[in-house]
């Protein structure tokens, strides 16, 4: 693998600059700074979902993660009866309406509600990425309901549609330059060249203009021009368009000593815009090395498959129309070993990294579209690396002298299905939200019961979840006879401002609670008693999980930490064996005996024969 030769006196002594940069920026992955959201779902409502309210709520309120399009926004509110109940006066709430990549609050008023039950569907388009997202709610005002469950927004397949077809004509764009190098060195390869010089220019052309249409067909027609002017979306988009049409200039073939740079700078400038346009640079925080990363992982991915796709319709076309010798084509094939191998180790890599941030626990794999998604993904990945490596050494086997044109075609199959996942992917929505990943300690259960001095203290949260609440304290005195009565109850949750509980009777308190978060509850619970100095009790509670958080399948501990971690660990093993891969090639080492025979072009006769591991 590699060229063979002396090795190098200058840079055999130790590591290479490459290796050195490898393993930085490897650690400075492991240390990436926290998640970023993607697309704008649903974190908060008022009122929440199964909720059951004595009164009708005056307004409606649906909390995103990121800013949302209002013109683009879609609310229903249906009755039991199947009437719809109007929702005027919408408007977005963030805390700065200038910035259009905050998150943002959906508020709209409602009529008078009677008792009964309601549905409410919601869509909306992020002005960050220019996704649209849904879904659904019920409460009820006097009838108790059952919580629809927040559901998973499904991508678009017009989106992922557009997505796929930007990636696969990217892909093309890529591949057929190495392809062309690849064959360049073979006899009459040159009608085979031409119709990848044709395969790239489309490919290019194609993303060019899916690039284009995007933004026309999901954003604007909602949201106005406007929309690539607002906010930084039209800046972002901007990049990946420069990309994409350098890449077309490459391929319109410029004066030679221009056609590298335009090359190098259109897919630099293409990849970057795509992971800006992408879950890397969701939210005003975006993470810069996430952003590289992305980009990485996509030159890497897309390299790799756009050049396996070019060099199959290249074998295709040599055996029904071009006839190339076998030889030199497996010579040629066994070359692109090297570029293929890099593009799978920066792939797998940042592939890892990235994934820390989009699935946060076993669950969010296993329990999401999102999460299964990806794990079909690998899938399809890793049974291509395996006819990958079928491929590989079928080319460097002493007894197989025929081109494996059928793996090779199988291979490119796959990676094609690669691309198609990973454009289902960009328009999903990741498995990183609170609900799917548990940090804390586990939920309060029942009561909590102390002494307080001479009280007796139980005190505990009903119902014991987000949302609103009651916090029911009991207090007895032990002692006979009592000194005094409890003449008041002061409750205090976290760092709030105390609150006096209101007397049930019989020793018995309650305080109501608006709005409980989910995880850690400081209670401080102050009692008074007539003629006696007050005494204070501290309860540690916790809140549990929201009513629509799904049942714990694997495990729903953080994972996050552990790709990052493992992203670095894979990173320094490949740079290892490429280290050693490398050293290996430099002492040049003898090249395998090749048994010589006639051999055939595809089924045609032809002279050509190898000698000594060289092409004539």
Request: hydrophobic share 45%; aromatic share 4%.
């Amino acid at each position: 693998m590699g060229a063979r030769g002396a090795p190098d006196a200058r840079r055999a002594g130790g590591p290479s600059r490459g290796l050195i940069f490898l393993a930085f920026l490897l650690l400075l992955l492991g240390l990436g700074s926290p998640s970023a959201s993607a697309h704008a779902y649903l974190m908060s409502s008022n009122p929440p979902d199964g909720a059951t309210l004595e009164s009708g709520p005056a307004e409606l309120r649906l909390g995103f993660s990121e800013h949302v399009v209002l013109g683009a926004t879609r609310i229903s509110v249906v009755d039991g009866a199947g009437h719809h109940v109007p929702v005027t006066g919408v408007r977005i709430v963030t805390e700065d309406p200038a910035d259009t990549e905050e998150p943002a609050e959906i508020v709209g008023h409602l009529p008078v509600l009677h008792h009964g039950s309601y549905r409410v569907t919601w869509q909306t388009l992020s002005s960050d990425d220019l996704h649209r997202t849904s879904g659904l709610l019920v409460f009820g005002v006097g009838t108790k309901v059952d919580a629809a469950a927040r559901q998973e927004s499904p991508p678009a397949p017009d989106q992922a549609g557009l997505d796929a077809l930007l990636l696969l004509g990217l892909a093309a764009a890529l591949g057929a330059p190495l392809g062309r190098r690849v064959l360049a060195p073979i006899p009459g390869s040159v009608d085979v060249r031409r119709a990848l010089t044709v395969l790239g220019r489309t490919g290019a052309l194609l993303a060019l203009a899916t690039a284009l249409l995007f933004p026309l067909l999901e954003g604007i027609a909602d949201a106005g021009l406007g929309i690539m002017t607002t906010g930084s979306y039209g800046l972002r988009w901007s990049v990946r368009e420069v990309g994409l049409a350098l890449l077309l200039t490459h391929h319109l073939r410029p004066p030679r000593r221009h056609r590298r740079a335009f090359l190098v700078a259109g897919a630099g400038l293409a990849a970057v815009g795509h992971a800006l346009l992408g879950h890397a640079a969701a939210g005003s925080g975006w993470d810069p090395v996430r952003v590289g990363a992305t980009a990485a992982h996509l030159l890497a991915a897309l390299a790799w498959a756009g050049s396996v796709g070019c060099l199959a319709v290249a074998l295709l076309t040599a055996r029904f129309r071009a006839g190339l010798p076998v030889v030199p084509v497996r010579s040629a094939l066994r070359q692109f070993a090297v570029p293929a191998a890099g593009c799978v180790s920066v792939a797998a890599v940042t592939g890892v990294y990235l994934a820390s941030d989009v699935v946060v626990s076993l669950d969010s794999v296993v329990d999401t579209i999102y999460g299964r998604s990806l794990l079909l993904k690998l899938a399809l990945a890793s049974a291509v690396a395996v006819l990958a490596c079928v491929n590989h050494r079928r080319l460097r086997g002493p007894r197989d002298l025929d081109v494996p044109l059928r793996t090779v075609l199988a291979e490119a199959v796959g990676l094609v299905l690669v691309l198609g996942a990973t454009a289902f992917l960009v328009s999903g929505q990741p498995a990183n939200q609170d609900r799917l990943v548990d940090a804390g300690p586990s939920p309060t259960h029942g009561q909590i019961a102390r002494d307080v001095g001479a009280l007796a203290e139980t005190v505990k949260v009903r119902p014991n979840r987000p949302g609103a609440a009651v916090v029911l304290v009991d207090v007895f005195d032990t002692r006979r006879p009592a000194p005094g009565q409890v003449s008041a109850v002061s409750v205090r949750l976290g760092r709030g401002a105390p609150a006096l509980a209101t007397p049930l009777g019989d020793g018995h308190w309650s305080l109501a609670v608006p709005e409980l978060a989910p995880g850690p509850l400081p209670v401080r619970v102050t009692v008074t008693e007539s003629g006696a100095v007050p005494v204070t009790g501290h309860y540690d509670w916790v809140v549990g999980p929201a009513a629509d958080t799904p049942a714990v399948h694997l495990s729903r501990a953080p994972i996050s930490s552990a790709l990052r971690a493992g992203s670095v660990v894979l990173g320094l093993l490949l740079a290892m064996g490429w280290s050693v891969a490398i050293r290996r090639s430099r002492r040049g080492r003898s090249p395998r005996p090749v048994p010589t025979r006639e051999e055939t072009v595809f089924g045609v006769e032809a002279g050509d024969a190898e000698v000594g591991g060289r092409v004539p």
